[in-house]
């Protein structure tokens, strides 16, 4: 294979690809995780201070739900082994979180 093939082979499998856009796509990602943690680490402490019931599982359910598909697609891309086990991980932190909402919610009904 020569260098001209290369670059031809390299130039069809790239098409229609935005480098810049698919970078600004994961910085946008990394940012919108940690403020989505910020905001639901402010709700969980707003009602602890206004209602005295603690933290809000249901925030938290939904955040980590967000992580573990986050954790779980990039393994199904990449196949790093890490991704997995912390897809695994924040998976079971939005099982538990909703299992204690579920709690929350049939103890009140």
Do not use: Q
């Amino acid at each position: 294979m020569d260098k001209d093939e290369i670059l031809a082979r390299s130039r069809e499998e790239n098409k229609d690809r935005d480098f810049v856009e698919e970078a600004v796509l994961a910085k946008a990602n990394s940012i919108a995780l940690a403020v989505g943690m910020m905001m639901c680490g402010i709700i969980s402490i707003l009602r602890g201070l206004l209602t005295e019931k603690g933290t809000e599982p249901a925030v938290w359910a939904v955040y980590f739900s967000v992580l573990a598909t986050t954790m779980l697609v990039k393994f199904a891309k990449m196949r790093k082994r890490h991704e997995l086990l912390l897809g695994l991980f924040y998976g079971a932190f939005c099982i538990m979180f909703f299992a204690f909402y579920l709690h929350d919610l049939l103890k009140t009904a």
